[in-house]
Every structure is written in C-alpha cells, then in structure tokens.
C-alpha cells in the first residue's frame, strides 16, 4: 500500500520532477530494510530471552535424567553380578573338586 501511494505521488505530483521522484522510490526501498532489520533484531531479543529460561530448565531437567541413568546403572550392575554369580560360583566348585595338587597356597575365595 506504500508503495503504490508513493507511486501515486510521484507520478502525479509534478510530471517533469524526477529528481523528487528518485527520493520517494528510494524512501520506499529504505522501509522494507528497516522492518525486515527490526523483525531480526526482535527474534534475536526472543532468542536470547529463550536462552535465559533454558538455562533456568534445563538443570532440573539433567538432574531427572541423572537420576534415572543412575537407576539402570545399579540394575545392570545387580543384573551382571548376578549372572556372573551364576557361573562362577559353579566353576570354582569345580575347580576344587578338580583341583589334582592339593597346595597350601592355593586357595579359591568365593567371597567378594
């Protein structure tokens, strides 16, 4: 709408002016370079407010995900322990039935 109103006035302000007719085009290119620089500068106020509240967040967030990486950590290490419980346990109670020399210094701990 600018720019058709621009258009208007300066063709029909003064027919041999063109001098005032360079002035109104260039004003009318200048406006869309200022919206378009204010639109980037409000989404890069936006972006930084975003950031802040992010920074606010994120914490309590990692520190539900913490927790929860540390409960499979102590399930899987239960859940290892107790496989390796299954066969080992077996293997060292045949180790000593099997055991040919019977040293003193030999010993197997089924112990942890």
């Not at 002035?23 to 407010?49: C, D, E, K, N, R």
């Amino acid at each position: 709408m600018l720019l058709a109103l621009g258009l208007w006035l300066g063709l029909t302000g003064s027919t041999g002016n063109l001098s005032r007719f360079a002035q109104i085009s260039t004003a009318l290119l200048a406006i869309p370079v200022y919206i378009a620089a204010l639109l980037f500068g409000l989404v890069m106020v936006g972006l930084i407010l975003l950031v802040g509240k992010l920074i606010e967040v994120i914490p309590t967030l990692t520190g539900w995900v913490l927790e929860f990486l540390e409960k499979i950590q102590k399930g899987a290490k239960l859940g290892t322990r107790s496989l390796a419980r299954l066969v080992i346990e077996p293997t060292a109670m045949l180790a000593i039935f099997r055991r040919k020399s019977d040293r003193r210094d030999q010993e197997i701990k089924l112990t942890d």
